[in-house]
């Protein structure tokens, strides 16, 4: 995997009483494109601060490349970027300004990905900010920090008041990053983005990271979602090894299977088996289950 | 997302505790502009009340009350500054010729500034579409602004009013209530005129800065027709074309005129029709004079943040520095004739010589350099405020997560605030000196150089003093500063009156300031001022490292 990106080891941050951040231990190899998921002030943002220097941790320590956030901040963001979600740009200066400005302070700019990523976002930089949308701020700051072609990327839900078009842009770009070897780590909770976009996924919950892997291992240590029509009647599922969550409608019978599928298999072949599915939960399903939504029948009826 | 919620809680809670949602607008506005009438009610009383206390305890004999009158009645330079003078051989009719002009021009800033800030500056910063989104439109918020800012006048006239006629009360002082309380009606026109010159500047102009650049020229242009009025020119009609003149047409005290209440009061009321139906014919956010939204991009001084600062400020900077220039010139230019007046005077040659001065127009400068003073340290506290409003917006951010540490940017703005504030002495030397050596005044450049270079430690050292605040408690840099500026200038001014204790006029930073031109100034002092600023300084920027940063 080569060098580490991003290092965090017990990082914690209380506010008085509030702690928005416990114990967090976290670290991103070089390349990686990970996202992170929580809903709000579960502290995402709280950790990205943290991450930029942006505020000061109550214990704890993060490195980027190997450059403490805290000690060295100016040398550990010569090679990241961050996109915040809320962008509060100088109103009185132009689109291109704004460039101009943030990629001299960078010290690196690629000025002919500029003049791409510009067409490509379809964004006017002869504008003074304070006539631009939300969402063309949004774009603004996103550029900013592509056109460095950093070698971290830091977003803060970045696609906040972009519409689909931009999304859809926006994904096109971190495919690119990706391919450059760049490393990205994205904080969200639109859950298809990180779904399409990103190698491994964090779920924080409540200032606790609650599960870190690749969605295939996420996937594999929870629950199968299991629907069956049988010729029978459903027999008694209590007993069997892994299941839960079982529901009966009928002659359908839903439920979660978690480690092997083979004794439940075995107990519903008695009754005679029409038709079986099963797939993996979504990320969707992932998150809820995190998030005490434990009662995940609500699967999306079958397709055809 | 989140926000139509929380303005919907927010209206809940109001409708729970029985107030209506609809007047939100305006008990948002007249919240923040009594706190600041009532803080600068205190400023207008305590300085009408230490200037007729003054007066009556400097002139006591009849003889020497119609010296002074003699020699000032006739005075076209000193007229031209600050009206003609009318019973001057009266406590009333002194105080009323030495505060009336100047508070006037005070309260008509605070006005612009007041009217423009929680007009324009509200619209600006976004908080008046969550407003506008529940049930007021834009017209209703308009009115409902301009009713807040109403009550704003009434504090400041009411805080007025009350120390006016508290101190009438005094033998020495004896004015009426009646022409006490009609003495803070014309004491606090000026400010509600410019609070509607305001609103309406806010209505043309999509930002806050440039409203307040509108105000300001229409408040140049009344005081520029006033003048010409008031210099002996015969041109005394055009008093009527300047909403200044119209308040001096008032002459509380001497010859109570309450008929010239009715263009004020009809341009106050114009003012705010224009606005409110101004304000419902544009879409929020909007201007009603064609806003230039795009430009060629200039990027020269964009090349890192203390280019980005420049940028930032050379527009107010500017501004200021152009006012200051233009009244130190207007004081050097009466500096000959105001001086010559002071040396007729014996009791007045006493309390300058006590100061350590002679008499003459170095001893008038060595006063008024205390106003240039006060003038340069508004200016620290804007630098301050404007590095902090750059922390609170989150726009610091987009520079701190660049490869650019917080000490060079704190001390970045620092520095460049100091060389500002110098830049604010020299130029009051020079501008003091032009106008006084037009009148062959005989100070010499140097000495008014100096004098120019005398007032930077005192404001440099509330700069330092707001650095330090911005280090430990960022949420209330702004307010501290202001309130060391006013503390000392009050400090001051009461202290010159009344006899105060020398561990609290020692709390003055304008108290340890010598009376240039009229005495020597005192590098040592001003040394230390310097270096209790930078120390400051020093102890905010090594605090500023080690804090979070702090949203609003």
Redesign the interface.
Same mark, same amino acid.
């Given at each position: 995997m080569g060098v580490t990106a991003i290092r965090i080891e017990g990082l914690s941050k209380r506010y008085g009483s509030v702690h928005a951040l416990t114990d967090l231990g976290l670290e991103v190899a070089e390349g990686e494109v990970v996202g992170y998921l929580g809903p709000n002030g579960a502290g995402k943002t709280t950790t990205i601060r943290l991450l930029l220097g942006l505020i000061k941790p109550t214990s704890g320590r993060a490195e980027i490349f190997g450059l403490d956030c805290q000690r060295e901040p100016v040398e550990a963001h010569k090679r990241l970027a961050y996109v915040a979600g809320e962008a509060s740009l100088w109103p009185s200066l132009t689109g291109a300004e704004t460039l101009h400005l943030l990629g001299r302070v960078q010290g690196r700019v690629d000025v002919a990905y500029r003049e791409e990523l510009i067409g490509r976002f379809d964004l006017d930089p002869s504008k003074k900010v304070r006539a631009y949308s939300k969402g063309n701020r949004q774009k603004l700051i996103l550029l900013a920090a592509l056109m460095t072609r950093p070698d971290l990327l830091v977003l803060d839900e970045p696609t906040n008041g972009l519409d689909p078009l931009m999304e859809q842009s926006f994904r096109h770009c971190i495919h690119e990053v990706k391919e450059r070897g760049q490393t990205v780590f994205l904080s969200s909770h639109i859950l298809s983005e990180v779904e399409a976009l990103c190698d491994r996924v964090g779920i924080l919950r409540e200032g606790l990271l609650v599960e870190m892997g690749t969605l295939a291992e996420m996937r594999h240590l929870s629950a199968l979602m299991v629907e069956a029509t049988l010729d029978g009647s459903v027999p008694d599922l209590s007993k069997v090894r892994g299941v839960s969550a079982v529901a009966i409608d009928g002659r359908v019978v839903r439920c979660q299977v978690r480690g092997s599928i083979e004794p439940l298999l075995k107990v519903l072949a008695e009754s005679g088996v029409q038709e079986l599915l099963s797939r993996e939960p979504s990320l969707e399903e992932l998150f809820l289950a995190y998030y005490g939504a434990s009662e995940t029948e609500d699967v999306p009826a079958r397709a055809g | 997302m989140?926000l139509p919620v929380q303005a919907d809680l927010a209206l809940d809670r109001r409708a729970a505790a029985g107030r209506s949602p609809s007047t939100v607008v305006a008990r948002q506005t007249a919240r923040k502009a009594v706190r600041s009438g009532v803080l600068w009610g205190y400023v207008f009383g305590l300085y009408l009340a230490t200037q007729a206390l003054a007066y009556a305890t400097s002139y006591k004999t009849v003889v020497q009350r119609v010296r002074l009158a003699k020699e000032f009645e006739s005075n076209a330079g000193v007229s031209a500054l600050v009206g003609p003078a009318h019973e001057i051989q009266t406590v009333a009719g002194f105080t009323v010729w030495k505060c009336l002009a100047v508070l006037t021009i005070v309260g008509a800033v605070w006005g612009l500034l007041a009217g423009t800030r929680l007009l324009r500056g509200e619209e =600006?910063a976004g908080r008046w579409e969550l407003l506008l989104a529940g049930q007021t439109t834009r017209r209703a918020a308009a009115a409902q602004a301009l009713a807040g800012l109403a009550a704003g006048v009434a504090a400041l006239w009411a805080v007025t009013a009350l120390i006016t006629a508290v101190v009438g009360r005094s033998s020495k002082v004896d004015f009426s209530v009646g022409g006490a309380l009609f003495l803070a009606v014309a004491v606090v026109s000026g400010a509600a005129m410019f609070l509607a010159v305001g609103a309406l500047a806010s209505q043309f102009a999509?930002?806050r800065r440039q409203a307040a650049a509108y105000g300001g020229a229409a408040l140049g242009v009344s005081y520029a027709i006033r003048m010409v009025a008031d210099s002996g020119t015969g041109l005394d009609w055009l008093r009527w074309a300047s909403p200044l003149g119209w308040v001096e047409q008032l002459q509380p005290l001497t010859a109570p005129e309450p008929l010239a209440l009715l263009p004020i009061a009809a341009f106050i009321v114009v003012l705010a029709g224009v606005t409110v139906h101004l304000a419902g014919a544009r879409d929020l956010g909007a201007s009603t004079l064609p806003? #230039?939204?795009?430009? $060629? @991009? #200039?990027?020269r001084l964009?090349?890192? @943040?203390t280019g980005?600062n420049i $940028?930032?400020m050379r527009g107010s900077v500017a501004t200021w520095g152009a006012a200051i220039a233009a009244y130190s010139l207007l004081l050097g230019l009466v500096a000959k004739s105001a001086g010559s007046a002071i040396s007729s005077s014996p009791s007045l040659v006493k309390v300058f010589e006590r100061l350590g001065a002679g008499a003459g127009a170095d001893a008038y400068l060595g006063v008024v350099f205390l106003i240039i003073a006060v003038s340069v340290a508004f200016i620290a506290v804007g630098q301050i405020s404007a590095a902090r409003a750059e922390e609170a917006?989150? $726009?610091l =951010?987009?520079?701190?997560? #660049? @490869?650019?540490?917080r000490t060079s940017w704190l001390v970045g703005r620092l520095v460049a605030a100091a060389v500002v504030l110098l830049a604010g002495g020299v130029i009051a030397g020079v501008f003091s000196w032009l106008g006084a050596a037009s009148q062959h005044a005989g100070v010499s450049f140097t000495r008014l150089l100096e004098a120019g270079l005398n007032i930077v430690p005192p404001v440099v050292c509330i700069l330092g003093i707001g650095g330090f605040v911005i280090g430990i408690l960022p949420r209330a840099a702004v307010v501290a500063t202001y309130g060391v500026l006013v503390w000392s200038f009050l400090v001051e001014l009461v202290g010159g009156i009344v006899n105060v204790n020398h561990w609290v006029l020692d709390t003055s930073v304008f108290h340890q300031m010598a009376a240039a031109p009229a005495v020597s100034a005192n590098w040592a002092t001003g040394g230390v001022m310097v270096a209790v600023g930078a120390v400051a300084s020093a102890l905010g920027v090594i605090a500023f490292r #080690? $804090?979070?940063?702090q949203g609003e």
């Open positions: - | 989140s =600006e999509a930002t806003d #230039r939204a795009s430009s $060629r @991009p #200039r990027t964009l090349s890192g @943040p980005l $940028r930032l917006t989150g $726009r =951010e987009h520079l701190l997560v #660049r @490869p650019v540490s #080690r $804090r979070d940063l």
